[in-house]
């Protein structure tokens, strides 16, 4: 359709808004409307409220040259007939006077402002004074249509608040309202800081309220474990392809015994113990033998630190198709790096051999390798164990023994699993103690650079705590003297751990779970080889990136045990069991619960002595705040 014929009146006043202004012109100043009261320089203008104010000629937009007597006059409401001038000018494009004409049948400043409202409200109109396009039918369908799905968005807003409120006039909240919890979501998972929900019920935005208004919707259930997302912690196994092992000589050890103590769950065996007279060997999986430095597969582990270990299962730091290749006992033959330990009866190492090897592997569970100690090797590698052990603490090493439990859950339930302090696990612990020993001697003889493990000794005020606990069980006192230790770190270069009562000392039993061990066997290999070596700078470089994901890592794995300790208190409320007094404080004691595996805070009868034994009730689980009180029963 050909737009209508502008009228002499009409060109003139859109020529006048690029040219001059007069006193008594309707106006936009800041998209709202003015009246000009008064030229010069700068324009006196009057705006709603009746105020005035000074502005460039620039900063307005003439809508009507007037004259208007008042703003009031231009507001006044309208009466006209809007679709069908629309429909006479669709898909083309007039002026804001031609449109005045054609809807209101007059140009004046109260059509002025009523047009210009047309033209904002966007449905049939759009642009400028200047410049006024009117939509085509299927630009005004499109709007129409979206404008109501807004409205009825906006209407289930409304009342999804009034469901959240538990206003009585709604039903409960339900699944359809899952789209306007996603920010609720992604704040109890850490994504975002803010959320739109929490704010419009005047919550406090944080994770920990967003995961107690998801399960009070019962949107999550006790189920759900946010703290590895929360953490950036990935909870996806790895994808990666992993070659096969390359041909190359390997020692045939399949001739001796060998045996992978873990505990029943353990899906990736990756150590076993032989004996060949005074010659222990530790056998261990080979992952080196796939990944060099640099590899696709090496950065992937490096990027994850190493395997997360969690209640619901267990997120490998290699591709699980790594695990049937490499771990020991998976197949009638496994591939290992074996490490020969000559020993002296009183457990100094008198020398060390590191081979690629094949090795024939029987697994064993602590229990049934503790059942065997009166058989051979078992009670040989037992004695051998002790003998280490005592070496090391005659050195100043430190066994702290603290209850520990297990976690686990399985089709939604939890068990805890007290883990007992079985003789299997002292051969087990001491051999790859040993190892990582042996390890770091092979590596300074040969000026090989590996991740040292460092420990500094407590403070001199501590010392005497320290050195009377080390020959003590009680619980009291392993728990003070857990509090005077160090944390452990990496180093390029040897250091003394004064942990383990070693002058020197490097991980290296773990190649599958650890990524600073799959370094030091890609040394290792690389030595035995003849291949480059990583610099003493690279393998600082990535004990930086190992310890910029570890520390997430393990608090991911600390937070989730905990998480579903609370799951557990809550599926077998009211709680009752025993707890043991370990630290006084003037108002809330530290009390241990073995069976737990926590240690509350709470307030006990005065005069108790350490070591005292409670009986205690759950009273309060906080799961979103990982909260429990217990109050003494007994």
Known sequence: MEPVAISPVQEMAVTDSHTKLREGSLVLYKLRPARVARLGEKLDIEIEGGETQKVRPKDVTLLHPGPLASLAEALRPQQGEVETAWEMLAGSTTTLPELAELTFGAYTPATAWATWQLIVEGLYFRGTPEAVIACTAEEVARTRAARAAEAAEKQAWVAFLARVRGQPDQNAPGAEDGRFL??????????????????????????????????????WTPAVNPYPARLGVSTAQPDLPVPDLPDEPRRDLTILPAFAIDDAATETPDDALSLEDRRLWVHVADPAALITPDSPLDLEARGRGASLYLPEGTVHML????????????????????????????????????????????????????????EEPFASLYALALAYRDRRNRAGAVEIKLPEVDVTVRDGQVCLKPIPQLAARVIVENAMILTGEAVARFAIERGLPLPFSTQEPPDEQEAGARRQ???????????????????????????????????????????????????????????????????????????????AVIGSLRQAEHLSNQHWTLVYLLQHAPWQGDGVLVERRDRNSVVLIPELGLEPHLPVPDGLPLDSVLRLKATHVDLPRLDVRFRVIA
């Open 182 to 219: 996603r920010d609720v979501e992604a704040l109890a998972l850490g994504r975002t800081s803010r959320s739109r929900v929490l704010r419009e019920l005047d919550r406090e935005e944080t994770p920990e309220t967003a995961h107690a208004l998801l399960l009070e919707l019962g949107h």
């Open 319 to 374: 591709p699980p198709a790594a695990t049937p290749r490499l771990g020991l006992g998976l197949q009638t033959v496994s591939p290992a790096l074996s490490f020969g330990l000559d020993l002296e009866p009183d457990g100094h190492i008198a020398d060390i051999e590191i081979v690629p090897s094949w090795v024939r592997v029987t697994r064993l569970t602590y229990e049934e390798a503790t059942a065997r100690l009166t």
């Open 469 to 547: 606990g080390s020959e003590s069980h009680s619980l009291a006192e392993m728990f003070a003297l857990r509090k005077t230790m160090k944390r452990s770190q990496y180093r390029a270069t040897p250091a003394p751990h004064s942990g383990l009562g070693l002058s020197a000392y490097t991980q290296a039993t773990s190649p599958m779970r650890r990524y600073l061990d799959l370094v030091a066997h890609q040394q290792l290999r690389a030595h035995l080889s003849g291949g480059r070596l990583l610099t003493a700078e690279e393998i600082l470089e990535r004990v930086g990136a190992t310890e």
